[in-house]
């Protein structure tokens, strides 16, 4: 997957449904925010293998029900919300996202939701 776009990523397929031409330019990331952002993806890399998938992710609500006694209904709703949130932060549910990816994935993400916002919806 060379990188992302409307054909391999929901942020950008949204963006390009409603015509914004929105495009990732990592010299507008700050250097602190870079570092902060692949620090969190090598918090969710559980196996270090430069790849996010799905079920790497699905570890965390899991992990709630141990920290909080969270109920099956509890952590079962966490499940399902942090799959479509990390499924639209670009989150492929058969290919992951590479750590390469993972700055543009949060950043087109981004900008998707002010779009969304800008539009009311």
Same mark, same amino acid.
């Given at each position: ?78 499940? @399902? @919300? ?22 543009? @994935? ?16």
């Amino acid at each position: 997957m060379p990188g992302l776009d409307e054909t391999n990523n929901e942020s950008y397929r949204y963006l390009r449904s409603v015509g914004n031409t929105w495009k990732f330019n990592v010299e507008d990331v700050h250097p602190k925010m870079l570092e902060r952002l692949y620090k969190r993806f090598d918090t969710f890399d559980l196996d270090t293998d430069g790849k996010m998938n799905m079920d790497e992710i699905m570890y965390w609500p899991d992990r709630m029900r141990q920290l909080v006694n969270a109920t099956d209904e509890q952590v079962e709703k966490m499940r @399902a @919300a942090v799959y479509t949130f990390f499924f639209n932060k670009g989150v492929d549910p058969v290919n992951g996202l590479k750590r390469e990816d993972w700055v543009e @994935a949060n950043r087109v993400f981004a900008e998707a939701e002010r779009e969304r916002e800008r539009r009311g919806e």
